[in-house]
């Protein structure tokens, strides 16, 4: 599509006319308080996302060492019951080489 050159003068003499008219050239006072309270509840909710993940990440160290401790239990069980056989092992042969 192009334009006629009477077309584009017509189009610059109106242009800022046009805006003027639509108000583009200079936003009123609406829009520039509209971009202030956005940010605001931007970051009132980074605020609030931020807490969310302290919250989570505390629930998340406060299970590991719910594991932890049950690792740590386990692991205890597991050798007493290990050293308690091999007591019993070596019980069973010592009394089998006495005469």
Known sequence: MNL???DIEFIKAHFGEWLAEQSLG???AVYEIEPRERMVRV???LKHQRELIRQGFD???KRFEQITQRIDRFMIWTLGLYVAG????LA???RTSQP
């Not at 091999?86 to 092992?89: A, P």
């Open 86 to 89: 091999i007591g019993s092992v």
């Open 26 to 28: 200079k936003p009123p």
């Open 92 to 94: 069973m042969i010592w």
């Open 4 to 6: 006629a050159k009477d």
């Open 43 to 45: 970051e009132e909710e």
């Open 59 to 61: 629930l998340m160290e």
